[in-house]
C-alpha cells in the first residue's frame, strides 16, 4: 500500500448526508498535498456505500459489521491509513481551503507535538469551546443538576472550559474535542489507538491524556478555524429528562470508566 502525507477519517453513523457534505467540502478544498479519505460506516443503514461508490469513488470504504462506538470505528480507519499524519474529522465538521494544510505545516514545524486540533467555530461564526482542561470528578454533577447553578460550580466549570481565555492564540492545553484532531504516526505508535472500552464520549479526554503521559504536547491551534454542526446531545439537557436518556446514560459510563481508569492521577489533585 502506498503510503501519503496525510490520511483524513471520517466516521459515519446514520449521517450519510453531513459526511456526502463534508465530503463535498474537502474536495472544494483541492487539498495541496498527497492525502487520502478513508470513510468508515458504523453500520448505519443509511446508503453510505452507494452514496460513495456513486459519488466518490476516490474515497476508501470500510464497512463495519456492527455499531461498534466512535473508538473502535476510528480506530478501524487509523489500522488502514498509510499516512505520515492522521487526522479524525467528524462528519459535521466543514472545511474551508488552505485550512488543513497550516494544520499539517504547524506539525511539521513543531515536532514535539503529538496530538492538535483546530479553532472550531459554530455556523455564525462565534467561538464554540473545543479545548479545556481535565476534568475533576464532580465535574459531571455540575453539569448535569442544580449543583451546576451554585457560584462554586460556575467557577470551575468556566475553568475547565477555559472561558477566561480569548481563544486566539495557538497554546498547550489539556485535552481537545475528538470532533477534530490531528496526530503523527510516530506519537501514535508510542501512544496506541483509542481506547475501545469507551463507546461513545470521553475517548478524545482518555486519548489525549495518554498524549501527555507520554512526553507529547497537545495543542489548541487557533489559526486554523473550521465550522463545526455541533449538537451536545447529552451534557445540556435538562437532568430530569437526562436521567431518561440513553445517550446521558452512555456518557455517564463513559465518565466513571474514565475516573475509574485514572483515578489514581485525579484523586492526587
Same mark, same amino acid.
Given at each position: ?6 490520511? *483524513?477519517?471520517?466516521l459515519?453513523y446514520?449521517s450519510?448526508?453531513?459526511t456526502?457534505e ?20 458504523n453500520?448505519?443503514?443509511?446508503? *453510505?456505500?452507494?452514496?460513495l ?6 474515497v ?11 473508538a473502535?470505528?476510528n480506530?478501524a480507519g ?7 499524519? %492522521?487526522?479524525?474529522l467528524?462528519?459535521?465538521? #466543514? ?17 514535539? !507535538? ?13 467561538l ?7 476534568p ?5 454533577l455540575y ?7 451554585? #457560584?462554586?460550580?460556575?467557577g ?5 472550559m ?20 490531528i ?14 472500552r469507551?463507546?461513545?464520549y ?12 507520554k512526553?507529547?504536547? !497537545?495543542w489548541?491551534v ?6 463545526h ?11 430530569? %429528562?437526562a436521567?431518561?436518556?440513553? *445517550?446521558?446514560?452512555i456518557h455517564i ?6 475516573f475509574?481508569?485514572?483515578r ?6
Amino acid at each position: 500500500m502506498e503510503s501519503c502525507k496525510l490520511s *483524513i477519517i471520517i466516521l459515519n453513523y446514520k449521517s450519510s448526508g453531513l459526511t456526502r457534505e463534508c465530503l463535498r467540502g474537502l474536495l472544494a478544498a483541492d487539498l495541496k498535498l498527497d492525502h487520502e479519505i478513508i470513510v468508515v460506516d458504523n453500520n448505519s443503514e443509511d446508503n *453510505i456505500g452507494a452514496i460513495l461508490t456513486k459519488e466518490f469513488p476516490q474515497v476508501k470504504f470500510i464497512e463495519l459489521e456492527v455499531n461498534r462506538g466512535y473508538a473502535a470505528g476510528n480506530n478501524a480507519g487509523i489500522k488502514q491509513a498509510q499516512g505520515e499524519y %492522521i487526522l479524525i474529522l467528524n462528519p459535521d465538521i #466543514t472545511v474551508f481551503a488552505g485550512q488543513i494544510e497550516k494544520l499539517v505545516d504547524f506539525m511539521e514545524n513543531n515536532s514535539r !507535538v503529538g496530538l492538535a486540533g483546530p479553532r472550531l467555530v459554530n455556523p455564525d461564526g462565534s467561538l464554540q469551546y473545543s479545548c479545556y482542561k481535565f476534568p475533576k470528578f464532580l465535574l459531571p454533577l455540575y453539569r448535569r443538576t442544580w449543583l451546576g447553578e451554585t #457560584t462554586k460550580a460556575q467557577g470551575e466549570l468556566d475553568e475547565y472550559m477555559m472561558k477566561k481565555w480569548d481563544h486566539k492564540n495557538n497554546r498547550v492545553v489539556d485535552w481537545l474535542l475528538g470532533a477534530c484532531l490531528i496526530t503523527r504516526r510516530s506519537a501514535l505508535s508510542e501512544v496506541g489507538l483509542l481506547d475501545t472500552r469507551y463507546f461513545l464520549y470521553v475517548e478524545d479526554t482518555d486519548w489525549c491524556r495518554r498524549f501527555v503521559q507520554k512526553q507529547w504536547e !497537545v495543542w489548541y491551534v487557533a489559526e486554523v478555524e473550521l465550522v463545526h454542526f455541533h449538537e451536545r446531545q447529552s451534557a445540556e439537557a435538562p437532568w430530569l %429528562i437526562a436521567l431518561f436518556s440513553k *445517550i446521558a446514560w452512555i456518557h455517564i459510563a463513559s465518565w466513571l470508566k474514565y475516573f475509574w481508569k485514572w483515578r489514581k492521577i485525579t484523586n492526587s489533585k
